[in-house]
């Protein structure tokens, strides 16, 4: 079983920044891919970012330009760099890891992100 833990949400003011860390534990050479959704309230869960563990990455077209994922494979880490932050953005983010199949292995706690106008 892999076991993730995410840090690092908050409070910010529109236009500000936030950086999400998720950290992987367990059995961590089932994991292919590391992704970040989110959730706000009333929606679906949504895809924002996904990371192979080569570096590949792709992200939904509402963050592309803003946020950032990286991984940092020997901390067994993943990361979602978010700038130019928008109330748009408030939602519960989940971190979640993949295998080689895509098929979601593990999710996070979730951790919230609140953006002021």
């Known amino acids: 079983q892999v076991q993730l833990v995410e840090s690092g949400g908050g409070l910010v003011q529109a236009g500000g920044s936030l950086r999400l860390a998720c950290a992987a534990s367990g059995s961590i050479f089932s994991i292919h891919r590391m992704a970040w959704y989110r959730q706000a309230p009333e929606k679906q869960r949504e895809l924002v970012a996904r990371?192979?563990?080569?570096?590949?990455?792709n992200y939904a077209d509402s963050v592309k330009g803003r946020f950032t994922i990286s991984r940092n494979n020997a901390k067994n880490t993943a990361y979602l760099q978010m700038n130019n932050l928008q109330p748009e953005d408030t939602a519960v983010y989940y971190c979640a890891a993949l295998d080689g199949y895509g098929t979601i292995i593990s999710w996070g706690q979730g951790t919230q992100v609140t953006v002021s106008s």
């Open positions: 990371i192979t563990s080569g570096g590949s990455t």
